[in-house]
């Protein structure tokens, strides 16, 4: 029976009220509004008070990370978003020691001295963990087989063009887990859910503030935004992986009328998809909304099939920007007669769909050519030019392509099945948690999920950690919520879930304990 108790006082635990800490988000709001102006200010601030100022705010959070363990925590979902654009370098004279860095060091600390509230082991099983881990293994395999592919005077070379790229692979994963063992309870898990819809908010507010005051306008392309992510294919799926979070929080609630202020934010993020002028954030915005409205309600998913169907059929109903944007795929005065045919379809396609239909092409006899290992992380834009018979530097515009070309068909395998697990495991948490707050939350990821997909087609959106970092946490607040719903069904508690949060173990259970 001793086990017995353990399971009711940790899921006990887990089921006390945990409202969201509003002090602290109205905190970690100011730093990011604080982020946000230093990225968009044109004025340039002299190394010297960058290093002074570096300094001043990493001892600040020492000194308090000390009382306030989870400080640490939330600043690093507050400053992932602007790691790119802030990298925190300390004005340049410390590259390797950057603030995502410290922060990482700095949560690992917290994780390894135990300073959540819970006694809980320092490590714990998950059914995600396992593929997460064969695909980083496989990686840094495929790395040192490319290390050493051209004897020891290549080693240097490609050691310094690809270690950085490496560590920016690698930093969400180890987020990933950070995230996954020190959030044990459920206010964690909610303020930092509140947190990282800030931070999409204020990257949202500030790509429409860009574009209103920097885009030249003269062209497309001078008129993109880059915003945080500083490229505007992979803004626009930092929009669509997080946007749906308000979108369900909308939903969930629509009969309450402080809930429609979600819309706020959602548009704001829909805004900043349109100034990408990324079509692949378009078509993944379109399977977001048919992924959310699917777990929501079956008729909902209906309306939303025919809404997607009305505006392709009848592109006058969408915006000018969208509708203009879609319509340079193909050129001028042509129609597609002969879908099947990949040299007809080249022809008729605008100069950047077509190159990108030739460069999977090649990158497919590139991958038959390399299966297991691939031909090693960072090389693919050089070396499609042996199959392409071209000159000039490529991107793969694919990230399962080039996951495949890169590291073998093992590590496209490896993250195939880690999407899908993320998956299933929010589809779980949104059908059976009892907190309203983590179902709505599971609910607006299966969104973003959904379009995740689709953005992944045309591009690689995933190995970024100013991106894909809230990505990785999110998983690990669905692999965590996860454990908490198989907990209660070892106990024969989902059952007895309640406004009382009421605990009643199974007959089965006490017989096996």
């Known amino acids: 029976m001793s086990r017995l108790f353990q399971h009711r006082q940790a899921h006990a635990q887990a089921l006390e009220p945990a ?58 979902v507050a400053y992932l978003p602007f790691s790119k654009i802030l990298v925190g370098d300390f004005g340049g004279i410390m590259v390797a020691l950057n603030l995502t860095n410290i922060l990482l060091v700095i949560v690992f600390i917290n994780w390894m001295t ?3 509230p819970v006694n809980y082991k320092t490590f714990q099983q998950h059914i995600l963990h396992a593929p997460v881990l064969l695909m980083v ?38 987020v990933y887990f950070l995230y996954f063992h020190i959030v044990r309870d459920r206010q ?45 294919n992979i803004l626009g799926a930092f929009f669509v992986y997080y946007m749906f979070l308000f979108a369900a929080f909308w939903l969930e609630r629509i009969k309450q009328l402080k809930y429609w202020s979600f819309l706020v934010p959602f548009l704001a993020c829909f805004r900043g ?18 992924g959310l409205t699917y777990f929501k309600h079956k008729l909902l998913f209906a309306l939303a099939v025919l809404a997607v169907v009305f505006a ?44 990108r239909l030739t ?28 199959y392409l018979q071209q000159e000039r530097w490529i991107d793969a515009h694919n990230a399962y392509i080039i996951t495949a070309a890169e590291f073998g068909i093992p590590a496209l395998i490896f993250l195939i099945v880690i999407l ?7 589809v779980i948490v949104y059908r059976h948690h009892p907190d309203p707050f983590i179902r709505t939350t599971a609910l607006g990821f299966l969104g973003g999920l959904s379009g995740l997909f689709m953005a992944n087609m045309f591009g690689s959106r995933l190995n970024t950690t100013e991106v894909s970092g809230y990505f990785w946490i999110l998983a690990a607040l669905m692999a965590r919520a996860h454990l908490w719903v198989r907990e209660g069904q070892k106990t024969g508690e989902i059952e007895a879930y309640g406004p009382a949060f009421a605990l009643k173990a199974s007959p089965r259970h006490i017989r096996r304990t």
């Not at 899908?420 to 929010?426: D, E, H, K, P």
Request: proline fraction near 6%; charge should be positive; include cysteine.
């Open 312 to 355: 392709v059929l009848n592109p006058w109903v969408l915006p000018e920007g969208i509708r203009y944007r879609m319509r340079t795929t193909f050129k001028p005065d042509t129609e597609l007669v002969d879908p099947y045919n990949a040299g007809a379809l080249e022809q008729q396609l605008d100069m950047s769909s077509a190159v």
């Open 420 to 426: 899908l697990i993320v998956y299933r495991l929010t």
């Open 359 to 386: 460069i999977w092409r090649g990158a497919m006899v590139m991958i038959q050519e390399h299966p297991w290992f691939g031909i090693g992380l960072g090389r693919f834009p050089y070396d499609i030019k042996n």
């Open 19 to 76: 409202p969201v800490r509003r002090g602290l988000i109205v905190g970690m709001l100011f730093v990011m509004a604080v982020l946000g102006f230093l990225s968009q200010t044109d004025r340039q601030i002299p190394p010297t008070i960058i290093l002074i100022c570096s300094l001043l705010g990493i001892s600040m959070l020492a000194f308090f990370g000390t009382a306030q363990p989870d400080l640490p925590l939330y600043v690093m």
């Open 137 to 174: 293994g496989w990686v840094l395999l495929s790395f040192l087989r490319a290390t050493f592919q051209y004897g020891s005077s290549w080693v240097p070379y490609y050691i310094g063009e690809n270690l950085g790229e490496l560590k920016r692979w690698l930093d969400p994963i180890i």
């Open 188 to 232: 964690r898990w909610k303020t930092i859910v509140a947190i990282l819809m800030l931070g999409v908010f204020i990257a949202a507010l500030m790509a429409i503030r860009e574009y209103l005051t920097q885009s030249e306008g003269s062209s497309i392309e001078s008129s993109r935004i880059g915003g945080i992510a500083g490229q505007p």
């Open 273 to 290: 998809i349109m100034v990408t002028f990324s079509r692949g954030a378009y078509l993944a915005f379109a399977q977001g909304v048919l």
């Open 114 to 116: 135990g300073t959540s």
